[in-house]
């Protein structure tokens, strides 16, 4: 990632106001939406079977609903759905995580019931689900899906009396708060709270280096997906690096840069346990075009920093539920598209693509047609915004086909790159 920053011209400066944007008041209460449920996360609690196993998914991130466990060759457990999404004409799911109890040396099989009609549901052939004992280390365990039923099968004979299960290593929100903690012990790193979310959460963006007017103002934001864990460990990975002083690297980025990282754009639909949603059923990437306090906070409080500082440069970090690469998605779609973009674009691919052997260009989405891009996705709308380099990049959810780990598949360890 470094590297590609270097690789990357100087892009036009962007003319902006300097005034900070205010806090969001919130508007209602966190104690009144609670009163009313609109607050209360999706996870749910636990079941017993009659064996003695127990399922649970009341916690960070959990999501996981039990319909029966008569069977613990059976059991049968359904995803429970994220707010319903208007701008996408569904309520999404598919992120699981839940940990089951009082199986040491038992054979188990789990069937997520309701697989078939999640979000996308191709993404469950060839996908085998993360397993920990630990919550640090996840390992890949045998998977199924069968397309005429919709049933999603895990089958695993833990060594230990207790074992984790989940959609891909879950990054928890504890992490996030100690992570960020810790990086504002660095004498260059600011810790802004850009304002509060619907759920109450602190939206935290850091700055790392001075706001000097001759510097590039390079933007960094994970999460827009609550599910895409993937995103937050890769922004943890990029700030250690950048902030390592024996980095050359990382020291000419931060003579030639200021950074702006946000960590984790949607805390809300992360601790709930959500797919792709905030906890007003909000997708925040198709939320860049007319944000609102009412329904995307997270968006409007970031986009208003943007205005205020600037951008020269963007990275929207992802997951994708079906390929199996590390790509990048472009903005050949936008009206502005110009060589100027065209080659920014193509310099920073090349030298992501030299420098990681995780990361290729030959595989992604269908390049937009002139003119096409949608304007409510954050990469197409700030490149827009600013006629900047705007880009959204992709990890896999199960593993890069060219560079496998059948271990650990594509994993916490491998998105820190």
């Known amino acids: 990632m470094l590297a590609a920053l270097q690789a990357v011209s100087n892009p036009q400066a962007t003319q902006s106001s300097t005034e900070a944007p205010p806090c969001l008041n919130r508007a209602a209460s966190l104690e009144q939406r609670w009163a009313e449920g609109s607050a209360a996360p999706t996870n749910t609690g636990g079941k017993h079977s009659l064996t003695g196993i127990y399922v649970n998914s009341h916690f960070d991130s959990g999501n996981v609903e039990v319909v029966d466990m008569a069977d613990q060759h059976n059991i049968q457990l359904r995803i429970h759905e994220d707010p319903f999404c208007e701008s ?11 940990r089951v109890t009082g199986v ?47 049933v999603f099968t895990i089958k695993h004979k833990p060594e230990r009396n207790a074992v984790y299960f989940a959609y891909a290593a879950p990054y928890p929100y504890e992490r996030h708060q100690n992570f960020v903690a810790e990086m504002q012990s660095h004498d260059n790193v600011e810790l802004e ?28 934001i994970g999460r827009q997906h609550p599910g895409e864990a993937q995103a937050q460990w890769f922004v943890e990975g990029f700030l250690r690096r950048l902030l390592d002083p024996a980095d050359p690297l990382a020291k ?3 003579r030639d840069a ?26 925040l990437n198709r939320e860049w075009q007319n944000p609102s306090p009412e329904r995307s906070p997270e968006v409007f409080l970031v986009r208003d920093r943007m205005d205020a500082v600037g951008v020269d440069m963007l990275l929207d970090v992802h997951a994708d539920e079906e390929l199996p690469y590390n790509f990048i998605n472009g903005n050949e779609g936008n009206p502005n598209w110009s060589p100027r973009l065209a080659k920014l674009q193509d310099d920073f691919g090349a ?16 390049t937009d047609a002139p003119g096409t891009a949608n304007q409510t996705v954050c990469a197409h709308a700030i490149g827009m915004r600013f006629d900047c380099l705007s880009l959204t990049l992709e990890q896999p959810f199960k593993d890069t086909i060219d560079t496998p780990d059948p271990v650990q598949g594509w994993s ?6």
């Not at 996408?88 to 839940?98: I, K, M």
């Not at 085998?128 to 919709?150: E, I, K, L």
């Not at 916490?412 to 790159?417: F, L």
Request: aromatic share 14%.
């Open 104 to 150: 040491k040396h038992e054979p188990i099989t789990i069937n997520l019931m309701n697989a078939g009609d999640s979000s996308f549901p191709r993404a469950w052939n060839g996908y085998n689900a993360c397993a920990s004992y630990d919550r640090m280390h996840w390992f890949r365990v045998p998977s199924s899906y069968d397309s005429s039923t919709g």
């Open 252 to 254: 000419k980025a931060l």
């Open 258 to 283: 200021t950074f702006y990282v946000v960590p984790n754009m949607n805390p809300d639909g992360s601790w709930r346990g959500h797919l792709r949603t905030n906890a007003a059923g909000a997708n």
């Open 412 to 417: 916490a360890e491998r998105s820190c790159m």
């Open 193 to 220: 709270m850009l304002g509060e979310t619907l759920d109450g959460h602190d939206l935290d963006l850091l700055r790392i280096g001075d706001e000097s007017p001759d510097k590039r103002k390079v933007w960094v």
């Open 88 to 98: 996408d004409g569904r309520a999404h799911f598919q992120w699981f995580h839940f």
């Open 351 to 366: 030298a992501f693509e030299r420098s990681s052997p995780d990361f290729q260009r030959m595989h992604g989405y269908e």
